[in-house]
Antibody, heavy 121, light 112 residues
Framework: QVTLRESGPALVKPTQTLTLTCSFS??????????VSWIRQPPGKALEWLAR???????YYSPSLKTRLTISKDTSKNQVVLTMTNMDPVDSATFYC?????????????WGQGTLVTVSS | DVVMTQSPLSLPVTLGQPASISCSSS???????????LSWFQQRPGQSPRRLIY???ARDSGVPDRFSGSGSGTDFTLQISRVEAEDVGVFYC?????????FGQGTKLEIK
């Protein structure tokens, strides 16, 4: 059974760095072809893909946010960490992690419940 | 970035009636090998997105067969043959052919 769960602070101040953790089970990031992606959704708005990390360590970022994002993995803990620097109120959103992979069958087939992050002083 | 444009953005439907959502991409989503990475997601109120369809027309396990996906190139459609109350929510298309992945703006389905 595949599950993902996001965790992190609910509130961050402007200019601070946000660190979110995606803890998952039911699959491994040591398996060839497996990946985890991060997606965000501002309140009442559409989904926006942010970053992806592959089983072999390859990383992909949204070009518009690339300078602010860092994705990493800890395969021993089955965790993926996303950091976003220089947070601004417009970055307030629900952040999701989802299973991703090189094959369509497992790409975004499982999502976490999301974690709401508010940026405010 | 590939722009995904959905229509309509609001879709009021009578229970038991069909519904259709269109999704157009600014570039062809067909890869050299012939695969097309186009998926559909449903987001019920207060819930995480749930994948319904992948690779244009492959339905996920547990998804009712009243949902179907079709299309090719730059134009895609999600059809619901008979809308039920549990279908209320926002539907998104997403392309995974070109980096970065991009989503449509979402189509809100409500019951008339």
């Amino acid at each position: 059974q595949v599950t993902l769960r996001e965790s992190g602070p609910a509130l961050v101040k402007p200019t601070q760095t946000l660190t979110l953790t995606c803890s998952f089970s039911g699959f491994s990031l040591t398996t060839s072809g497996m990946s985890v992606s991060w997606i965000r959704q501002p309140p009442g708005k559409a989904l926006e893909w942010l970053a992806r990390i592959d089983w072999d360590g390859d990383k992909y970022y949204s070009p518009s946010l690339k300078t602010r994002l860092t994705i990493s993995k800890d395969t021993s803990k089955n965790q993926v960490v996303l950091t976003m620097t220089n947070m601004d109120p417009v970055d307030s959103a629900t952040f999701y992690c989802a299973r991703d992979c090189s094959g369509d069958w497992c790409s975004f087939d499982y999502w976490g419940q999301g974690t709401l992050v508010t940026v405010s002083s | 970035d590939v722009v995904m444009t959905q229509s309509p953005l609001s879709l009021p439907v009578t229970l038991g009636q069909p519904a259709s959502i269109s999704c157009s991409s600014s570039q062809s989503l067909v890869l050299h090998g012939g695969n097309t990475h186009l998926s559909w997601f449903q987001q019920r109120p207060g819930q995480s997105p749930r994948r319904l369809i992948y690779k244009v027309s492959a339905r996920d396990s547990g998804v009712p067969d009243r949902f179907s996906g079709s299309g090719s190139g730059t134009d895609f459609t999600l059809q619901i043959s008979r809308v039920e109350a549990e279908d209320v929510g926002v539907f998104y298309c997403m392309q995974g052919t070109h980096w970065p992945y991009t989503f449509g703006q979402g189509t809100k389905l409500e019951i008339k």
